[in-house]
């Protein structure tokens, strides 16, 4: 279904007009966001809010990868060659989402809003949790389809307390978190789409197409 790589494609360039028009200078939002907390990363509200970031940006999209490769080991070993064809296929989106930042902070070469290693855009954190949001929301589409909604708002949300954490801590202007759920929407719907786990599982057919 052509929808999705459009829509892949739209967010993908929705991602780099934001990068290229926040390379040089910031927003005026972007200034007056990091100027309303400026300095609460400092003393233990910031130690505090660093530890939440750093679980849900980096530990939690970790895990989530770890217990994604032993369930596609699982299920192959069970003969459950669908369930783990459909996992990996995940992985694959997985991956590919989270290059939104690996290549990108060198593309843009951004600065931070305060001294802080690596460059800005996109949120490193934010396209973590976004990347697994998003790769939760498929895996449930086509393993546990009742749990697709809570699973795509209680995800979403985290991405949102992530990129608030990153935005606290004074380490990212807010153009870095909106820039990286767009790259990882662009990226991943593409990535997705490639992988065929778009636009899902069709009712008359309940195996995945190889």
Not at 34 to 48: E, S, V
Not at 109 to 117: G, H, I, K, L, S
Request: proline fraction near 5%.
């Amino acid at each position: 279904m052509i929808r999705w790589p459009v829509t892949g494609v739209l967010f993908l360039g929705l991602f780099v007009a934001l990068g290229l028009a926040v390379a040089k200078q910031p927003l005026g939002i972007d200034l007056t966001v990091t100027g309303a907390f400026q300095g609460l990363w400092r003393g233990t509200f910031g130690n505090l809010t660093k530890i939440v970031s750093d679980l849900l940006g980096l530990v939690l999209p970790a895990a989530a990868v770890a217990g994604l490769l032993v369930g596609a080991i699982l299920a192959w070993y069970r003969g459950l060659r669908r369930e783990a064809l459909i996992v990996v296929r995940v992985l694959v989106v997985y991956g590919a989402a989270r290059l939104t930042s690996w290549l990108g902070k060198p593309i843009f070469v951004r600065e931070r809003p305060r001294a802080y290693a690596e460059f800005s855009y996109p949120s490193g954190h934010v396209v973590a949790i976004a990347s697994t949001a998003l790769a939760a929301t498929l895996l449930c589409r086509w393993l546990a389809p009742a749990l697709t909604r809570r699973v795509a708002v209680g995800s979403g949300l985290l991405t949102v307390l992530v990129a608030l954490t990153r935005l606290v801590l004074g380490v990212h202007w807010l153009s870095d978190t909106v820039g990286a759920v767009l790259g990882v929407l662009g990226v991943g719907l593409l990535a997705a789409a490639v992988v065929r786990l778009l636009p899902g599982p069709v009712p008359e057919r309940r195996s995945l197409p190889l």
